[in-house]
C-alpha cells in the first residue's frame, strides 16, 4: 500500500505531497506498508500514515495497482496506489514536528524510489479532474461553506493559467456551480471575523446531495441522452457548437475539433476550461482555456516540445506528467499548430496506454 498525501495550499494556490523517511535516514518516498491478513485496504493506508507520518482521520481514495514485475528489488510486490488531499494547514504542524517528514511541491517530487513518481502523477490527476468536477469532493470545507472559500479551494487544485488568462470571477464560478446545481444555500451566514466589521456575512452553501453522515458525495441527477440534452446545458458534448456558454480561442477550437474527427473525444465545459478527454476514458488530455490549450505530457516529452517551439510554454505540473501551453495565436503559424496537434494526439495516446 502507498499513498499520495496531497496537501493545498489555499493561499499561496499550490499543490504538495508529503514524503516520509525511514530512520536508517534512506531515500525520502510516499508512506506505505504491507496489508495484513483480515485488513481492509483503507485500514491499512490509514495505519501506515497514523504510524509513518502522523496524519489521522482522512478519507483514501483508491487509484491504481502498480504490478511491475521490476518496481520493487525486494521481490514481486504488487502495490495499491491511494490518494488523500489535506489542507496544508492541517499538515503543517505536523511537519514542524518531525524530521522524518516533509512536504515538497508535487514537480518537486521525483526521483523517488520503487514507482512513486508515477503515482504522485496520477494522484494529481485525479484530483486535478474531482475537483473540476464536483465541488470540493474532498470535503475539505466542511459541510457548510461561503462561494467565495470554494472557489479558491478549487482555484488552487485547479492548473495555472496561461499568460494573458486569469481565473473566473466570482459571478462565473457562481454561475457553473449554482446553474448546475452543484451547491445550494443553506439559507445561513456565515458570523463575521471580526466584530462590527462591515458589510453583510457570507452566505453559506452546501454540496447537493450530499450525505449526512459523511460518505460523500451522491450524483446530482441522472445524465440525459444527448439528443434530450439543450445545447445550454453544458454537458459533455463532440464539438464545441454542441456546448454551452464558453470563450474558447476558434484556433483552440478547430485544433480540437481536427484531432477529433480522427479520435473520438468528450469536451465538458467547466469553470476554468473546457476538459477534452478521450471518448469512454475519465482522465483529461488538455484544458481548452480562452487563449491557451494546456496539453499533458510526459516530462521529456514536454520538455521537448518546448525547447523545440519557444512560443509553448512549460509547467512541470506533477512528478511525471508537465503540461504544455500553447497560445491560440501561435496556432497560426503552421509548425507551431502541427506540433500543437501532434502534443494532443500524443496526450490522447498516453492516456490510453496507461491502462
Do not use: C
Not at 184 to 199: C, S, V
Amino acid at each position: 500500500m502507498d499513498t499520495a498525501v496531497l496537501t493545498v495550499d489555499v493561499g499561496s494556490g499550490a499543490l504538495g505531497v508529503v514524503q516520509h523517511r525511514g530512520p536508517d535516514g534512506g531515500e525520502w518516498a510516499l508512506p506505505g506498508t504491507f496489508l495484513r491478513e483480515g485488513e481492509t485496504l483503507a485500514g491499512a493506508v490509514l495505519r501506515s500514515l497514523a504510524a509513518e507520518v502522523g496524519l489521522r482521520g482522512s478519507r483514501p481514495q483508491q487509484l491504481h495497482v502498480f504490478e511491475d514485475p521490476e518496481r520493487d528489488d525486494r521481490g514481486w510486490v504488487l502495490s495499491v496506489a491511494h490518494v488523500v488531499l489535506l489542507l496544508a494547514e492541517d499538515v503543517d504542524p505536523v511537519v514542524a514536528s518531525r524530521d522524518d517528514v516533509r512536504v515538497v511541491p508535487v514537480h518537486d517530487a521525483v526521483g523517488q524510489p520503487f514507482d512513486h513518481d508515477a503515482i504522485v502523477r496520477l494522484a494529481v490527476d485525479r484530483v486535478r479532474q474531482d475537483y473540476a468536477l464536483q465541488p470540493d469532493p474532498a470535503g475539505l470545507l466542511g459541510e457548510a461553506f461561503p462561494l467565495k472559500s470554494l472557489q479558491a479551494l478549487h482555484d488552487a487544485v485547479a492548473p495555472q493559467p496561461g499568460p494573458g488568462e486569469s481565473r473566473p470571477s466570482i459571478d462565473t464560478f457562481r454561475r457553473y456551480m449554482v446553474g448546475k446545481g452543484l451547491i445550494q444555500p443553506t439559507g445561513e451566514f456565515a458570523r463575521k471575523e471580526r466584530p462590527g466589521a462591515m458589510g453583510k456575512p457570507a452566505e453559506l452553501y452546501r454540496r447537493a446531495g450530499e450525505s449526512r453522515d459523511g460518505l460523500g458525495i451522491r450524483p446530482v441527477r441522472q445524465e440525459r441522452n444527448r439528443a434530450e440534452r439543450p445545447v445550454d446545458d453544458a454537458g459533455p458534448a463532440r464539438a464545441f457548437g454542441e456546448l454551452g456558454a464558453h470563450n474558447v480561442a476558434p484556433a483552440i477550437q478547430r485544433l480540437v475539433e481536427e484531432v477529433g474527427a480522427q479520435v473520438p473525444l468528450t469536451l465538458t465545459v467547466m469553470p476554468h476550461y473546457v476538459a477534452v478527454r478521450r471518448v469512454g476514458e475519465e482522465r483529461v488530455a488538455a484544458y481548452a482555456r480562452p487563449q491557451t490549450l494546456s496539453v499533458g505530457l510526459d516530462p521529456d516529452d514536454a520538455v521537448t516540445v518546448t525547447a523545440d517551439h519557444p512560443d509553448f510554454r512549460l509547467e512541470r505540473t506533477s512528478a511525471a506528467t508537465h503540461h504544455v501551453h500553447v497560445p491560440a495565436a501561435a496556432l497560426h503559424e503552421p509548425a507551431h499548430r502541427q506540433a500543437a496537434r501532434a502534443a494532443l494526439e500524443q496526450a490522447l495516446a498516453r492516456i490510453t496506454g496507461a491502462h
